[in-house]
């Protein structure tokens, strides 16, 4: 009994040391106000003397003389509605607008710009908000500094009753996501018939990044959108901005950050995050703390024995508080064995009759509770790799699973601790590159395997997830010499990853476009055998696979070599496949690649296997040309396609090819080979041949060059025309994010060139 009353003394003595009286916390510096009439302020945000908030981003004002109840205000008088410390804020602001006469002139401004560049601190946040346009006569896009890309959404609808309460769906509203990582998003609203054919329901086009859950359309917003009008007559949505704290002009994360300690803002008993939407990082409290992580000592302990959304201390226990945490025991009875907590703790280490002498006991005790402590953690991890196997769609491939006939068995699920041992702890020197779709890392299975480990970006975006299982699934289906194998996948990490075989040889882009490493002699040979071999993957996607896979994305930056330069189709990230009895695949989200997509795809939405063959087309002529896809020299962007048609139309082909090329082989070869290509770029698809005849005519070329295998000479000369202005999109790789409806939606091209309006406007009227 005399080690019980040892323990006591010691719990009580922990609990004493340990935990100082919690006070009121106060979010704010001290003497500094905390609030603005109910809204909170926490430091790094602040208000009146410069030492309440850390600098002048964070700046606010409230105004309590004009408004009642007070309003709270940003430097760039934009209100403020809260501001968590989460990292966000929502303020409110204006909506552009763009409003018409019966007479179709014009009556107000049209432009309103987003401007939120504090010095890194601000991002408008790309999980929370949407650009939505409003209206029946419109054209709004939007576009950011850091890319040359636009996006939005074109509308056209000749009756409001067609529009639904409540349902963004494509008629009189549509929305659409916005990228990661701006301060500063300009906005364009304009009008094709200056809504005059509407103007009885609908006199202005009205766009806007809103937080989404916040937004529900209405179809008097399309009459007149009246939303926190301010004081002079204008509307202003709340949108949500991500803040972060950073250093001007520097990319502070935690990790540099932390080296110095007197910039650095995270208090005691805090962690650091690094920001997800641009530079920075948020701190937060550490688990079983609460109070404001950005003050030195904000984070307190949490009192879970008082906290009755803690304290889950069964009705005879009693509940005692622990730094960070609480443990439940039977009354009066605190020895370790007599622990009841809910989930019961393998108790082991300490035993009561072991203890000889006071000293020993409060050693020992030590050591328990440090054990303790560990044993927590080890479960909290656990629960959480749980949870991150469901978010990261664990469920999802496990349906998959069941729905096909099990070949997914052989996508080996990779547990994280193995991962990390791979990669060095994601080493940042093991990167081998990063996407779009996420960073991928070079590493070494224990097995001694070399893998390439892609590290999925967006998590919590459900789209994301489908095309990460979507990809684990297709892949695992696939078994092909000129397809990148999937070894397997890791979902209990935060974000999901894909593990594939190590393909050493870098891109077909980097051989053909960059100053290739030189070794790998670009011979005719090697040229015709890579077409080859990616139309030989391609056909077996197209047909021969059980089902029926397009690849959609086919460029030569997907293509990779291995280290006898074979080629390897990768990235199926956004394939799909298709039941076999459908030709086509009708897609709401037009995506892919600049200068490789089928103009006929955009033109329809609908996707089919000669899609893929244009694109593989692009790549041939890549081969064939050594020039990019579209090349913007001189102050113009060319696109190869109509450069290499209209070459073919004139009879300069040997101008346009890779003077290397042209060198080596025989001009009857080389014609057949464009010729072939000229057949898959054929605007007309169903005119295209199939990937099966493509790889057997290349084949057929290979085997005996000299026989000129077909020709065909009834060319058509609108080609050069319309691939011009495909010619004018953005050169970057960028996928086209529009909205849900296929025809009124589409990307806004770089230049408001007279021809593409001619070509969007056919996309309405058919
Ligand atoms: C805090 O705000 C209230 C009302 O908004 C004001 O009366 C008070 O003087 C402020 N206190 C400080 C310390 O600024
Ligand atoms: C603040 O008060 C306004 C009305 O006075 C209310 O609409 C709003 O929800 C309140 N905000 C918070 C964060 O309590
Ligand atoms: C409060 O708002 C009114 C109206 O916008 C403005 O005139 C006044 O200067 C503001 N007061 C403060 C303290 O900012
Ligand atoms: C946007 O980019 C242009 C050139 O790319 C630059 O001149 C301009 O200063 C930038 N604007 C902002 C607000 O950064
Ligand atoms: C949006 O509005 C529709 C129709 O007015 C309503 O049914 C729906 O519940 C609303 N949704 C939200 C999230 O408020
Ligand atoms: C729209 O308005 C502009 C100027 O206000 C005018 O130049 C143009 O002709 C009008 N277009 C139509 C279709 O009415
Ligand atoms: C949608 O709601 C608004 C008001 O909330 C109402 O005036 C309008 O008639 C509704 N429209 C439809 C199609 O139900
Ligand atoms: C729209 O609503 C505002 C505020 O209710 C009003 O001032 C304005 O005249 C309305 N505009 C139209 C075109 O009805
Ligand atoms: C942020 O930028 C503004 C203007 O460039 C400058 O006055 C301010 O000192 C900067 N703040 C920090 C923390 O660098
Ligand atoms: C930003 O990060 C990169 C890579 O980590 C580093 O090379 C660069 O020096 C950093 N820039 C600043 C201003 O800290
Ligand atoms: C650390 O931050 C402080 C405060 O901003 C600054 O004065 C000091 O120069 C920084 N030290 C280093 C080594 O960068
Ligand atoms: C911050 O990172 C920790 C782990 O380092 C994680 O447990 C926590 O959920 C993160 N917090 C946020 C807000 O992302």
Sequence with gaps: MGSLWLLDIFLSLLIHICLPATSALSMAQPGCNDTCGNISVPYPFGMGNT?????????VICNDTFYDPPKLFNMANQEILDISLQGQQRILNYVSRDCYNSQGDSTCENRREYDYLYNNTFTISDTENKFTVLGCDTEAYFSTNGTVSKSGCIMSCLNEQISINGSCDGIGCCQTSIPKGFGYISIAVSSNNNHTLVHDFNPCGYAFIVDYNWYNFSTSDILNFTHNIDETGYPRVPVVVDWAIAWEKSNSSCKEAMKNQTSYACGSNS????????????????QGYHGNPNLQDGCQDIDECTDPNYNYCPGSCSCVNL???????????????????????????????FFIGGGLVLSSLLFGCLWLFKVLKKRKKNKLKKKFFQENGGFLLQQQISSENGNIEKTKLFSDEELKKATDNYNENRILGQGGQG??????????????????KGVHDQGQIEQFINEIALLSQINHRNVVKLFGCCLETEVPMLVYEFIS?????SHIHGNSTGEFSFTWDSRLRIAIEVAQALAYLHSAASIPIYHRDIKSSNILLDDRFIAKVSDFGISRSVSTDKTHLTVTLVQGTFGYLDPEYFQSSQFTDKSDVYSFAVVLLELLTGRKPISSTRSEEKSLVTEFICSMDENRLFEILDAQVVEEVKKEELEAIAIIAKRCLDM?????????????KLEGLRASPSETLFVQRNEEHEDCIITESIGLWDTSSVSTTSCTTSWTSVAIPLDDRPLLHNSSSQIIDS
Excluded: W
Aim: charged share 20%.
């Design 51 to 59: 030492n309440c908030y850390r600098d002048s981003g964070f700046q």
């Design 271 to 286: 962690v650091c995050n690094d920001s997800k939407n641009g530079l920075g990082y948020i701190c937060s409290c550490s």
């Design 323 to 353: 730094l960070g945490t609480y443990n439940c025991f039977y009354p009066h009875d605190y020895r370790r064995d007599n622990l009841c907590s809910i989930d019961p703790i393998p108790v082991k280490t300490v035993n009561v009759a």
């Design 439 to 456: 960073t991928v890392y070079k590493g070494m299975l224990l097995d001694g395997r070399i893998v390439a480990i892609k590290k999925s």
């Design 505 to 509: 040889n870098g891109t077909l882009f």
């Design 684 to 696: 007309n698809g169903k005119k295209r041949p199939t990937m099966r005849e493509v790889a057997a």
